[in-house]
């Protein structure tokens, strides 16, 4: 599945420091090892806030799972707030793995996440 959609990858800075990265395509055996280097870079910048938006994720195997879950504990190590927007694809895999919610936030639209994170700092 993973030669034929390639995942895209983008990080941007918003004027109230929150850092978005958007991922677009397949998360598998294929992209993992880049998304995972991608979330280390983060890490390594310590930001306060970071948005995963993974609306545009269109397939995600195991790979995907665990790449997603080291990149959560490399953030939260890094003392980085962090909050997931699904997919329908990604929600439903992450909710049939974790019954318990493992991001403690998750929302369905970049609008809800930046909502989210922007009331945290008042």
Request: no cysteine.
């Amino acid at each position: 599945m993973g030669n034929n959609e390639l995942l895209t990858m983008e990080v941007e800075e918003t004027e109230n420091g929150i850092t978005i990265l958007t991922l677009v395509g397949e998360i598998d055996l294929e992209s993992g090892p880049a998304l995972a280097d991608e979330f280390r870079k983060l890490a390594g910048r310590k930001p306060k806030r970071v948005i995963v938006d993974a609306s545009g994720v269109t397939f995600m195997d195991s790979t995907g799972i665990h790449t997603l879950v080291e990149g959560k504990r490399a953030l939260h190590d890094a003392g980085t707030s962090l909050v997931l927007v699904s997919s329908r694809i990604v929600r439903r895999v992450l909710e049939l793995v974790f019954p318990t919610p493992m991001f403690a936030i998750r929302v369905d639209t970049l609008e809800e996440a930046l909502a989210t994170l922007e009331s945290e700092t008042r």
